[in-house]
Antibody, heavy 125, light 107 residues
Framework: QVQLVESGGGVVQPGRSLRLSCAAS????????MHWVRQAPGKGLEWVAV????????YYADSVKGRFTISRDNSKNTLYLQMNSLRVEDTAVYYC??????????????????WGQGTLVTVSS | DIQMTQSPSTLSASVGDRVTITCRAS??????LAWYQQKPGKAPKLLIY???NLESGVPSRFSGSGSGTEFTLTISSLQPDDFATYYC?????????FGQGTKVEIK
């Protein structure tokens, strides 16, 4: 069965960095685009970033562009989110999610058919 | 960016009720719309994709319809397990955007 397990969350001061990981299993990781989605406490869902199946295409929400970097290691079935220059407003549960269609790329990906359990990032002084 | 607006924001209903949630897009998204269910402290779960396709394993009391800018999620007979928050999401293209959510509460 498909499993996505995030790790790397924690408490960090504004301006510092954090790297999240998402370990994938139960499907052919190298065939699917992957997303990060976040949810601030008590708020709705916000898409953060997407990476194509081969890692060649990456897109970001304006709110994180230039500060966050999405990447993947298909040999390790792992997705990453490097978060730099963190702000208080980045405080959220971060979910990784699998794209529902194989081989999406070029900013044309689809719905999210599996989600991880989420990891909490708290940015506070 | 495409804005997604759900209504109502909160819905009070009883077990057995027929429930309808509406999602409107600020521009046409064809049928590139998904619906998710989220329970407190849990990750969202995919219910419907491409506006009307039921995800495998999701009960048939859930259905989706619509195209262009107006979409609906219907629960034909509300069950105790269905009390949750529901989100629509467009994937017509970058950036992917969600509605603000509809919380279905017990009446």
């Amino acid at each position: 069965q498909v499993q996505l397990v995030e790790s790397g969350g924690g408490v960090v001061q504004p301006g510092r960095s954090l790297r999240l990981s998402c370990a994938a299993s139960g499907f052919t990781f190298s065939s699917h685009g992957m997303h990060w989605v976040r949810q601030a406490p008590g708020k709705g869902l916000e898409w953060v970033a997407v990476i194509s199946y081969d890692g060649n295409d990456k897109y970001y929400a304006d709110s994180v562009k230039g500060r966050f970097t999405i990447s993947r290691d298909n040999s390790k079935n792992t997705l990453y989110l490097q978060m730099n220059s963190l702000r208080v407003e980045d405080t959220a549960v971060y979910y990784c999610a699998k794209d529902g269609v194989s081989y999406c790329s070029g900013g044309r990906c689809y719905h999210f058919d599996y989600w991880g359990q989420g990891t909490l990032v708290t940015v506070s002084s | 960016d495409i804005q997604m607006t759900q209504s109502p924001s909160t819905l009070s209903a009883s077990v057995g009720d027929r429930v309808t949630i509406t999602c409107r897009a600020s521009q046409s998204i064809s049928s590139w719309l998904a619906w998710y269910q989220q329970k407190p402290g849990k990750a969202p779960k995919l219910l419907i994709y491409k506006a009307s396709n039921l995800e495998s394993g999701v009960p048939s009391r859930f259905s989706g319809s619509g195209s262009g800018t107006e979409f609906t999620l219907t629960i034909s007979s509300l069950q105790p397990d269905d009390f949750a928050t529901y989100y629509c999401q467009q994937y017509n293209g970058y950036p992917w955007t969600f509605g603000q959510g509809t919380k279905v509460e017990i009446k």
